[in-house]
């Protein structure tokens, strides 16, 4: 069991408070569906998450079973069972999808994995998302269309096993045949190893098919209502001017 637990998180981003205060509590098993309108801090709380630099926690602790992780660099929260699949994902040019999966799981394990073994489960995952075969051998997003980056994420996070992983719009730009193909590739990793996830979507189709287990609504930087799936059902038909009413607040 491993929990992440967020507590009073206020973050700036270049001396501007986007996060004003959050609560948030995530473990293992649990699907986290967080909504929200555009430029609301979704994307800045993720970031925050990871440890990406450019975002400061000014106030507030961030902790994986009781362990203080905002101390640490991102690749020791990556260690740590944190994953990001991002918004938009980079272009890592002169680096093989397969070089960059394998330090990756070799940062995590006393021993080198085998090579027969790593081919087989890189195989596994790429046939998962119904990629090509050569993905194993292209630089990592370099050309990819947005749909193969999102799917390429989808193919990270079946390899590494997180214990959290943080999907922030991964569905975004994704056909209906696509979507279909993620959100059963996430579902199957997230079953196999129990992990936690946050899930950062627009589309009700897409959280139809995760069943998420709760919901959240994050506007200015706080999290101002927390559901089941039917919060999700309740934006899709009416979208958040019921909630910017009901707690008084503008996104
Ligand atoms: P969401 O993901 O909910 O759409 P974001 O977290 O991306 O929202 O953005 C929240 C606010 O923070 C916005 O006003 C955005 O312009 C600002 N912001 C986020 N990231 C950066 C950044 N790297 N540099 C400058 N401003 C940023
Ligand atoms: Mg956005
Ligand atoms: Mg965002």
Redesign the pocket.
């Known amino acids: 069991m491993v929990e992440l637990a967020i507590h009073d998180l206020h973050v700036s981003?270049?001396e501007?408070e986007?996060?004003k205060g959050l609560d948030l509590t995530i473990q293992s098993g649990e699907r986290h569906a967080l909504m929200?309108?555009?430029?609301?801090?979704?994307?800045?709380?993720?970031?925050a998450i990871m440890g990406?630099p450019?975002?400061t926690v000014t106030q507030g602790t961030i902790t994986l079973d009781g362990k203080d992780i905002l101390s640490m660099p991102v690749d020791q929260r990556s260690k740590a069972g944190l994953f990001l699949g991002m918004?938009y994902p980079p272009e890592i040019s002169g680096v093989t999808n397969s070089d960059f999966l394998r330090s990756a799981i070799n940062a995590r394990r006393e021993k080198p994995i085998g090579l027969f073994q790593f081919i087989k489960q890189m195989e596994g995952a790429i046939s998962s998302l119904q990629m090509k075969s050569d993905l194993a051998h292209r630089f990592v997003n370099d050309g990819f269309s947005g749909g193969e980056k999102k799917r390429n994420e989808i193919v990270q996070m079946t390899m590494l096993k997180p214990s959290i992983a943080m999907l922030?719009?991964i569905d975004s730009g994704l056909d209906v045949d696509a979507l279909r193909i993620v959100a059963d590739a996430v579902m199957k990793s997230q079953e196999e190893c129990d992990s936690g996830l946050i899930i950062?979507s627009h589309y009700a189709r897409f959280l139809e098919y995760l069943k998420p287990t709760h919901a959240h609504i994050?506007i200015d930087?706080q999290i101002v209502a927390s559901g089941d799936a039917t919060l999700v059902e309740k934006v899709d038909k009416e979208g958040y001017e019921w909630i910017e009413e009901e707690v008084g607040v503008q996104a």
């Open positions: 981003v270049e501007k986007i996060l929200g309108p555009n430029g609301n801090g979704k994307s800045t709380l993720l970031a990406n450019k975002y918004q922030d719009e950062v994050l930087g």
